[in-house]
């Protein structure tokens, strides 16, 4: 599982300027089922996203096509973790340590 964290680079104005176009690219991975949820930060200086996924270039290609990093606009910080302990409604999504 991964904590995608983004700070925004550049003011809220160009940030919300490009929101449609982000919101549609968050579409397209919960679609995929590669995030599970996101939102932004308080106070809101970025915004934060839970995924999964087994291959963690994988997220970043995934991180990179989000048009605020294309335009410049915030930086990503990538965590991975072993999720081992979940809430009933994402038990599909614990994992084991190896």
């Known amino acids: 599982m991964f ?3 983004l700070t925004y680079t550049a ?3 160009r940030v919300d300027a490009l929101m449609p176009e982000h919101i549609a690219w968050l579409d397209e991975s919960y679609a995929a089922g590669v995030f599970i949820a996101s939102g932004r930060k308080n106070p809101r200086d970025g915004g934060v996203i839970l995924a999964v ?3 963690r270039a994988a997220i ?3 991180a990179a096509a ?3 990093a294309e335009h410049g606009v915030c930086a990503y910080r990538i965590t ?3 999720a081992t302990k979940t809430a009933p409604g994402l038990t599909p999504y614990q994992q084991q340590l190896p």
């Open 11 to 13: 003011p809220v104005e």
């Open 66 to 68: 989000d048009p605020f």
């Open 3 to 5: 904590v995608l964290e």
């Open 80 to 82: 991975e973790f072993i």
């Open 53 to 55: 996924g087994e291959d």
């Open 60 to 62: 970043e290609r995934i």
